[in-house]
């Protein structure tokens, strides 16, 4: 006897009282769960699914957690990927996010029950790894602290910059752009490739609100050229009155022996800049953030400006970084650090895996990048797993998504970028997709 497939299938109400469903419903949230029944409903009219399966199916179908950003393991050798968030938080900051994340003593004295400071821990932990700051602020990113910064210190009045640092920082976002929304006056100067004192010297008048630098983290200019270092330019600066921002970007505290070329935040005050502005989530390896240091006259003049209010960072941006300043080396730091010998012996350990499981793979010497952190040409030696070129897409669609990148007709799997304790599912991942294709 045939019966009609839709009377089979298990109406919502049914299926959405089973216990292992409402368990999953309080978890992840009704609708979730909904959805996904309605989806299994649809298979199981289109016969692909069995009406007897629907619980195993829609349990099958819903996601680990509520939120639909996926972990993604980055094999593309780009250890600050902007596609892919970013720096990856230590396990430490990861722990004093979820501490955080509730109620939490943020803005409160818990031993006298009054108001405290704001992410106080989080600026002492800044100033001790920067002691060439007598202050610091938090904000949202790097282009929330250039914003204010032109505010407090631009707005109706001129912000001299160097023709070389009109920065575009990514996604169509430019820096002078950004400046100049602020009602903050330009005055650029020298030419695309050189600039000199002098050239600084005579665009400083009444009206200048403060000289930047903007580092160009993303591009680099060879040949003919010339650039006034901070040192310089906070020599000429003295007694004018006028304040020497420094955009560093990269967010690295201190000089780093393989990236001898990036700046510095600490290097960069103690060469005279007033201000010095960096990212969070680049070379930092922390959580998203905007960083102000530099002296207390002029950060207390941005913490006390409104717009401050609009940018200041929640309770776990400012967990996230104290335990990044405190804790041990974040995930971007270690993989800076990382060994080629190391790397070439995982891409070694890992290829012998895949090989054994029936994979055409091979270890391979690959160069990786610091990426959108900084650093443009500057090749970092290491080792990748290659394999054959139609891994790359199924990679990334996997149950956890690996993203490589493919070259010279083969997909790398590139290990700079991916933590040493993930080794285990890269592999996992690949014999998965060739489980799928035998
Ligand atoms: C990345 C970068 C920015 C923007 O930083 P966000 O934290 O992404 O806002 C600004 N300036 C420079 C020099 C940068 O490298």
Same mark, same amino acid.
């Given at each position: 006897m045939t019966t009609d497939p839709r009377r089979q299938v298990p109406r919502t109400d049914t299926?959405?009282?089973?216990?292992?469903?409402?368990?999953?419903?309080?978890?992840?949230?009704?609708?979730?769960?909904?959805?996904?029944?309605?989806?299994?409903?649809?298979?199981?009219?289109?016969?692909?699914?069995?009406?007897?399966?629907?619980?195993?199916?829609?349990?099958?179908?819903?996601?680990?957690?509520?939120?639909?950003?996926?972990?993604?393991?980055?094999?593309?050798?780009?250890?600050?990927h902007t596609n892919l968030g970013r720096a990856p938080l230590s396990a430490?900051?990861?722990e004093a996010v979820v501490a955080a994340s509730g109620t939490t003593d943020v803005e409160l004295d818990l031993r006298t029950g009054r108001r405290g400071p704001r992410g106080e821990a989080a600026i002492a932990a800044l100033l001790e790894a920067v002691p060439a700051a007598e202050a610091a602020l938090v904000v949202n990113n790097c282009a %929330?602290?250039?914003?204010?910064?032109?505010?407090?210190? *631009?707005?109706?009045?001129? $912000? #001299? &910059?160097? @023709?070389? /640092? +009109? =920065?575009?920082?990514?996604?169509?976002?430019r820096i002078p752009e950004l400046l100049e929304s602020t009602g903050a006056r330009l005055r650029e100067v020298g030419a695309t490739n050189r600039v000199a004192l002098a050239d600084y010297r005579d665009a400083l008048g009444p009206g200048t609100g403060a000289v930047l630098k903007v580092h160009p983290s993303n591009f680099v200019v060879r040949g003919f050229i010339r650039a006034v270092e901070v040192g310089e330019l906070a020599a000429a600066l003295q007694g004018t009155g006028v304040p020497l921002v420094a955009d560093v970007g990269s967010g690295l505290l201190r000089p780093h022996?393989?990236?001898?070329?990036?700046?510095?935040?600490?290097?960069?005050?103690?060469?005279?800049?007033?201000? %010095?502005?960096?990212?969070?989530?680049?070379?930092?390896? *922390?959580?998203?953030?905007? $960083? #102000? &240091?530099? @002296?207390? /006259? +002029? =950060?207390?003049?941005?913490?006390?400006?409104?717009?401050y209010r609009a940018f200041r960072v929640d309770k776990t941006t400012l967990a996230a970084l104290e335990a990044t300043l405190r804790g041990p080396l974040p995930p971007v730091q270690q993989m800076l650090a990382a060994d080629v010998a190391d790397l070439r012996e995982r891409a070694r350990a890992l290829a012998g895996r895949l090989v054994a499981g029936?994979?055409?793979?091979?270890?391979?010497?690959?160069?990786?990048?610091?990426?959108?952190?900084?650093?443009?040409?500057?090749?970092?030696?290491?080792?990748?797993?290659?394999?054959?070129?139609?891994f790359?897409?199924?990679?990334?669609?996997?149950?956890?998504?690996?993203?490589?990148?493919?070259?010279?007709?083969?997909?790398?799997l590139n290990l700079r970028s991916v933590p040493p304790g993930?080794?285990?599912?890269?592999?996992?991942?690949?014999?998965e997709v060739a489980r799928r294709w035998t």
């Open positions: 299926l959405l009282a089973d216990p292992r469903l409402a368990g999953a419903g309080e978890r992840l949230g009704r609708v979730l769960v909904k959805r996904a029944v309605q989806r299994v409903q649809q298979r199981i009219r289109a016969g692909e699914v069995a009406p007897g399966a629907a619980v195993d199916a829609v349990l099958a179908d819903l996601p680990p957690v509520a939120g639909s950003l996926r972990p993604v393991l980055n094999a593309t050798g780009v250890v600050v430490a900051a990861v %929330a602290a250039l914003a204010l910064v032109a505010t407090a210190l *631009g707005q109706g009045r001129e $912000l #001299v &910059l160097a @023709r070389g /640092e +009109l =920065v575009e920082i990514g996604d169509g976002f022996p393989v990236l001898p070329d990036e700046p510095d935040l600490q290097t960069t005050l103690a060469a005279g800049a007033d201000l %010095a502005l960096a990212s969070g989530d680049k070379l930092l390896g *922390g959580p998203q953030a905007g $960083l #102000v &240091l530099g @002296r207390a /006259e +002029l =950060v207390q003049r941005l913490r006390r400006h409104p717009l029936g994979v055409a793979a091979d270890a391979v010497d690959a160069d990786s990048r610091v990426g959108g952190g900084g650093a443009p040409e500057h090749p970092l030696p290491g080792a990748a797993v290659s394999l054959p070129p139609e790359a897409e199924p990679l990334r669609l996997g149950a956890t998504p690996v993203v490589g990148y493919v070259e010279d007709g083969r997909t790398l993930a080794d285990d599912a890269l592999a996992d991942a690949v014999l």
